[in-house]
C-alpha cells in the first residue's frame, strides 16, 4: 500500500498533467522554487502541511480532497482548470498491467533515435506576446504614477521573472520541450566559485597591425568610423540551441542538426587584414569552442580564409534555431514601437530584459527557473560571430576593416553607408564617432 507521501506526489503528477502546468508555474504558485517542488516530488524532500493547503487552493479544492488520491482530486478539479483540447479524463493511480492494443491499431511510429520529447500542451496567452510587454510598462506606469523614472527602476527590477514568463508563453504550441534543469557536463562546470569553465566564446579584441604600424610610420592616414551594432544580443537570440541533456561523442564529424560545445583543433587562419572568428585568442592548440564559433570557422574554410577545423570530441543534443525566435521577435517589435515613440521607459526594459536573460541563464541566483550555460555561451558566441560577420561584409565589399571588439564595435574606412543601413534598428548600425589613423590616432 502506498504511503501519503507517495500518494501526494502521485496525485500531483496527475494534477499538473490534467491542467497542462510545468513545475515552475505550479512551484510559483505555491512560493516554492522549481528545484523545491522537483525534490518534494522525486522523494528527496518532503511535503509539508502548508504545502498541500496551497497545492490545494491552488487547484480549487479543499484539502481533504487533494489527499484523498489521484482519481478523487481529479474528479474534483474544477472544470475551468481543465485545457479545452487534450484533456485527461481521469488521472491513474498507478501503472495498469501491459495490455496487448485491439488489432485494429496500429502501433505508432518509434521517433528517431536523439529526438527530443514532443512538448506538452500549455495555456495560451490571452493576447499577442508583444501585450505582455506593453501591458506590464502601463502596469508600472500606472503604480508609479506616471513617474516614468521611478517605473523604469521597477520594471528593471523584475526583468528577470518578467522575461522568464514571456518566454514560457512563447513556447506554447512549440514543437519541442527544451530541458531546464538538465545534468552539467563537466566541461561546462566552473572550476571554482569565482572562477570559469573552459568553454571559449570567441570574443574578438583585433586590430590592424599593418595599418596602426604603418599609421604610426605616419606612411598613411585614413578616416575611420566607429560602427556600433544594434541590440547585439537581442539579434543574437536566433541561433542554434541544444534542446535537451548533451551527449559525449568522439570523432571529426559535425551534424548541422544538433549543437553543443565542441573540443576542436582550430585550422591555421591566413587571413591577416580580417579577425578570426576565434577572436582574442593567442594560444595555438585545441580549446573548447560552441556552436556558432565551429559553424563560423567551417563556414571559413569553405571559403579559403583557413584551414579547417579538426573535431576532436563534442558534447551535443538536438537542436532548434527557433527556441528564442517567437520571444526574440516580440521583443524586437515592442523595441521598434519604443523607438518610434522616443518611449525610453520601454526601450530601457526591454534591453533590461534580454540582457539579462542571457546573463542569468547558466548559472545565477537571479534566475531560479532554468540552468543552461550551454544556452548562455551559445548567444554570446553568436552575438560575436554576428559582429564578424559584418566585418567580413564590409571586407569583402572592398571597405578596411581597422577594428573590432567587444559584442557590438566595428572600426572601418571607406563608404560605409553604401554597405550598412543607418539606424537604430536590429539590421542597422550606429556611427559612434570618425577619427584619422594616422592624425588624431
Known amino acids: 500500500m502506498m504511503s501519503t507521501e507517495e500518494t501526494l506526489r502521485l496525485t500531483v503528477a496527475a494534477l499538473m498533467q490534467l491542467t497542462r502546468e510545468r513545475q515552475p508555474d505550479v512551484a510559483a504558485a505555491i512560493g516554492l522554487t522549481q528545484p523545491q517542488l522537483s525534490r518534494r516530488q522525486n522523494g528527496k524532500a518532503g511535503w509539508t502541511l502548508t504545502d498541500c493547503d496551497r497545492l490545494a487552493a491552488h487547484w480549487g479544492m479543499p484539502t481533504l480532497d487533494l489527499l484523498a488520491g489521484p482519481t478523487h482530486a481529479a474528479e474534483r478539479l474544477p472544470a475551468g482548470r481543465r485545457p479545452t483540447t487534450g484533456i485527461q479524463t481521469t488521472a491513474p493511480t498507478q501503472l495498469p498491467p501491459a495490455a496487448p ?21 500549455r495555456a495560451a496567452p490571452t493576447g499577442p506576446l508583444p501585450d505582455l510587454i506593453r501591458d506590464r510598462v502601463t502596469a508600472a506606469l500606472s503604480e508609479a504614477g506616471g ?29 519541442y520541450e527544451h530541458s531546464e534543469f538538465p545534468p552539467t557536463a563537466d566541461i561546462l562546470r566552473k572550476r571554482s566559485q569565482k572562477g570559469a569553465d573552459e568553454i571559449w566564446e570567441g570574443r574578438p579584441k583585433w586590430r590592424s597591425t599593418d595599418l596602426h604600424r604603418a599609421a604610426r610610420a605616419g606612411h598613411i592616414t585614413m578616416d575611420v568610423t566607429a560602427l556600433d551594432m544594434n541590440a547585439a544580443y537581442l539579434s543574437a ?58 559553424r563560423a570557422l567551417i563556414r571559413c574554410a569553405k571559403m579559403d580564409l583557413c584551414n579547417a577545423p579538426k573535431i576532436m570530441e563534442s558534447w551535443t543534443s538536438g537542436a532548434s534555431e527557433g527556441l528564442l525566435e517567437k ?19 520601454t526601450t530601457e526594459y526591454i534591453k533590461s530584459m534580454y540582457s539579462k536573460f542571457v546573463s542569468t541563464i547558466g548559472e545565477s541566483a537571479a534566475n531560479r527557473e532554468i540552468r543552461r ?9 553568436q552575438a560575436f560571430v554576428n559582429l564578424w560577420l559584418k566585418a567580413h561584409k564590409a571586407h569583402k565589399a572592398g571597405l578596411t576593416v581597422v577594428q573590432m571588439s567587444g559584442t557590438d ?23 559612434k564617432n570618425v577619427y584619422t589613423l594616422g592624425g588624431n590616432e
Open 101 to 121: 492494443p485491439p488489432p485494429h491499431h496500429t502501433a505508432p511510429p518509434a521517433p528517431p533515435p536523439n529526438s527530443p520529447p514532443p512538448t506538452p500542451r
Open 147 to 175: 513617474d516614468a523614472e521611478t517605473a523604469q527602476a521597477a520594471l528593471i527590477k523584475t526583468a528577470v521573472p518578467d522575461v522568464m514568463k514571456l518566454f514560457a508563453a512563447s513556447r506554447v504550441g512549440g514543437r
Open 237 to 294: 537570440l536566433k541561433t542554434w540551441l541544444p534542446i535537451g541533456k548533451l551527449v559525449h561523442s568522439e570523432g571529426n564529424h559535425h551534424d548541422p542538426k544538433r549543437s553543443g560545445v565542441h573540443l576542436v583543433d582550430p585550422g591555421e587562419w591566413s587571413t591577416p587584414d580580417l579577425p578570426s572568428p576565434l577572436g582574442a585568442r593567442q594560444q595555438p592548440g585545441p580549446l573548447w569552442i560552441t556552436e556558432p564559433t565551429l
Open 327 to 345: 520571444m526574440r521577435r516580440a521583443l524586437a517589435t515592442v523595441r521598434d514601437e519604443a523607438i518610434a515613440n522616443n518611449d525610453s521607459v
Open 373 to 381: 550555460p550551454d544556452w548562455m555561451h551559445t548567444i554570446r558566441s
Open 409 to 431: 564595435e566595428l572600426h572601418v574606412s571607406g563608404a560605409w553607408r553604401e554597405v550598412f543601413p543607418e539606424g537604430r534598428g536590429l539590421s542597422q548600425v550606429k556611427a
